[in-house]
């Protein structure tokens, strides 16, 4: 078995030698990327992206984000068939399942209004095919107050309203697919130390027309710096969806012939939340 972490340390490691970037910049760029393969008598792929991009004016900021993970794995099903155990002949079958698969980009203006307060604009997409999710656009606006602006620890609470369309793999009859929409948020950084941060981000999101149709997103990240652009991240994510989405699961008729009949499909609920566990490499441009 091996394993492969990209990016390569070809690329990282000339990132060491160079100077800091100029404080006076207006725009910053961060890049992560991880990948982790497993072959040999196990195969599986882990694969996980992302980028930040920021520009600041005097009173104004503008962000775009977007990223990813997918995970695959392949297993193998061995059989013997053959007349004796002297002349059997092994047959080996693969087969490739996608266990996670999350993508998502969102772009975001705040415009100051005070020192503390602000006004925003966001939109989003999210995709994520094992929850049944198969697109989610959004898009707010609303009002953000820092409580704590220090340097070594921020604090910064938004709450807005917009609207919600979601695009499910399956679509179970009498489900609605667009809706108004409310969010509230909390965004923490500490500075652990000179070269470390613990970040910690907190959406909740609720439809105006159901108020159990709410949505809860809580991401968590430390980030240590290895140099002026080099730095490693360990992040966990939580999704939890109060009213998950369905799959569709084939009936097979009992008792089962040979071949199979199958009656048609019906509705499964998935569960309520999930979970994501990431190691990257960041490089900052």
Known sequence: MRLLILPILA??????????????????????????????????????FANEYKYRWSD?????????????????ERRG????LSSATVVQSNTSLTSTENYFANLRY?????????????GGWERSLPAGLDA??????????????????????????GYTKETLVFTPAGSSSGYATMRFGVKW???????????????????????QNYLAVWRTAFTTNL???????????VTYKNQ????????????VATPPVLLGQVPYQLKKMDTVFTTSLVITF
Do not use: C, M
């Open 11 to 48: 690329v990282a490691l000339p990132l060491l030698s160079q100077t800091a970037k100029a404080s006076n910049q207006p725009w910053s760029d961060k890049g992560s990327l991880s990948y982790v393969a497993a072959g040999g008598n196990a195969s599986s792929q882990s694969l996980g």
């Open 60 to 76: 104004a900021s503008f962000a775009f984000n977007l990223g990813g993970v997918r995970v695959s794995t392949t297993t193998f």
């Open 81 to 84: 068939y053959g007349t004796s």
């Open 110 to 122: 705040d415009h100051k209004l005070a020192e503390r307060l602000q006004w925003f604009g966001s």
């Open 136 to 161: 989610r656009y959004t898009g707010l606006a609303g009002l953000g107050y820092w409580w704590v602006k220090q340097d070594r620890t921020k604090l910064f609470t938004d709450a807005g309203v």
């Open 189 to 211: 950084e500490q500075k652990v130390s000179l070269i470390s941060l613990l970040t910690s981000e907190l959406n909740l999101s609720d439809s105006l027309k159901d108020s």
């Open 227 to 237: 140099s002026s652009r080099l730095a490693l991240k360990v992040g966990y994510d």
């Open 244 to 255: 998950p989405a369905f799959a569709a699961v084939d009936v097979v008729q009992t008792p």
